[in-house]
């Protein structure tokens, strides 16, 4: 009888990894070509994957703090802040300090960052085109990867 073999997807322990075994690097490819198609749909929008991130949040609930905004993108304020400024820049929000707290600022949509809304509707639909999976598909991904999500953060 043959000995069994290992085969990339049960690699033996004292083995080296093997890089197209790991999760960590199919994660990591998959997000770099996930955001290179992103770079390429947003340039019509005049935007980074980074302040359509911003722009995704306030869309959904507008006027937040730094760190609320924060909270629902994984990023620290020392992250946030300086793209939150370019952003200001760009006319797409304004930063304003809260008036029953100085140390906390509100982030607003302006009037152009609120058009963007309609442009970036369309977005979705391109990607899942992309993807060619199905709606279903896409859904069950999404959701398997937010419980590894909420996995992996009890044990950092």
């Not at 911003?54 to 937040?64: A, I, K, T």
């Not at 703090?65 to 300086?82: C, H, I, N, Q, Y």
């Amino acid at each position: 009888m043959d000995a069994p073999h290992d085969t990339p997807a049960t690699p033996a322990l004292n083995q080296v990894p093997r890089l197209d075994a790991q999760l960590c690097f199919a994660l990591y490819s998959t997000s770099l070509a996930m955001n290179k198609l992103y770079r390429k749909l947003l340039r019509k929008l005049g935007l980074t994957y980074s302040q359509y991130l911003v722009m995704m949040v306030l869309w959904e609930r507008d006027e937040l703090t730094v760190s609320e905004v924060g909270e629902r993108l994984f990023l620290d304020s020392a992250t946030l802040t300086p793209l939150l400024k370019r952003m200001e820049q760009a006319e797409l929000l304004t930063r304003t300090r809260c008036p029953n707290d100085e140390r906390q600022v509100i982030i607003a949509l302006t009037a152009r960052g609120d058009r963007l809304r309609e442009e970036a509707a369309l977005l979705p639909a391109e990607i899942i085109g992309a993807t060619q999976c199905t709606l279903e598909q896409v859904v069950g991904m999404k959701e398997q990867l937010n419980t590894l999500r909420a996995s992996l953060m009890k044990s950092v």
